[in-house]
């Protein structure tokens, strides 16, 4: 198997408007609760790379040094009630680390990314959503892994009023001359919507690029 031929499950979630921020620790703590159990069936038990991008008053990023999937990392990057001053742009998770798939040559059983919208809404639009949350779970971890990952991605979908909640299966990347591009990695920035302001259109099936089910938001 190549690196981006592995199949994933992927879920995106696009948050309400006013929904709280998954950067919040009181909104991020329990969503990590819920996949514990799949990030101990992860390559390397748990072990998991997290990045986050955030800036401070000054317009400076914010160097958080190495993070992992840990209470004392969550307490670096997420926002609580003493936090002053700190931007939040986006944050991503890899399990195992970056640097074990790059020796594996095997891509993550798990990936998370997360996007605050009103950082990317350079025109000012008023936003049709306030996130984008990317989730992917390897389908060779097996059903009880893809279940409790979508029952999670469920319930954070009731509790931000998702607008659109969406699920397909494809592999980590698709094979360009030389290497693979589209990849999951990348998905929330370059290949989720078509070219235009998705915030000045519908949020209907001619907004996405490729084949999405439309999951809906949970009652």
Request: charged share 20%.
């Amino acid at each position: 198997m190549s690196f981006f031929s592995r199949d994933y499950d992927v879920f995106v979630l696009l948050a309400a408007p006013d929904a709280p921020g998954l950067w919040q620790s009181d909104q991020w703590t329990p969503f990590a609760a819920a996949l514990a159990p799949v990030l101990a069936q992860t390559r390397g038990k748990g072990k998991a790379g997290v990045r986050s991008h955030q800036y401070n008053p000054q317009g400076k990023l914010i160097a958080f040094g190495r993070m992992g999937w840990d209470d004392k990392s969550q307490a670096k990057w997420t926002h609580g009630p003493h936090t002053t001053g700190a931007r939040f742009m986006s944050v991503e998770a890899w399990a195992p680390t970056w640097t074990v798939c790059e020796k594996d040559d095997l891509a993550p059983d798990l990936f998370i990314s997360v996007f605050n919208e009103s950082r990317l809404n350079a025109a000012g639009r008023p936003l049709l959503f306030g996130q984008r949350l990317v989730c992917a779970i390897a389908t060779d971890l097996g059903a009880e892994a893809a279940a409790t990952t979508r029952q999670a991605m469920t319930v954070l979908a009731r509790q931000q009023q998702a607008p659109v909640f969406l699920h397909a299966r494809r592999p980590w990347g698709k094979a360009t001359l030389g290497g693979f591009g589209s990849a999951i990695q990348d998905l929330a920035l370059t290949d989720l919507f078509k070219p235009g302001d998705v915030h000045a259109r519908p949020l209907d099936a001619a907004t996405f690029r490729g084949q999405w089910n439309n999951i809906g938001q949970p009652a």
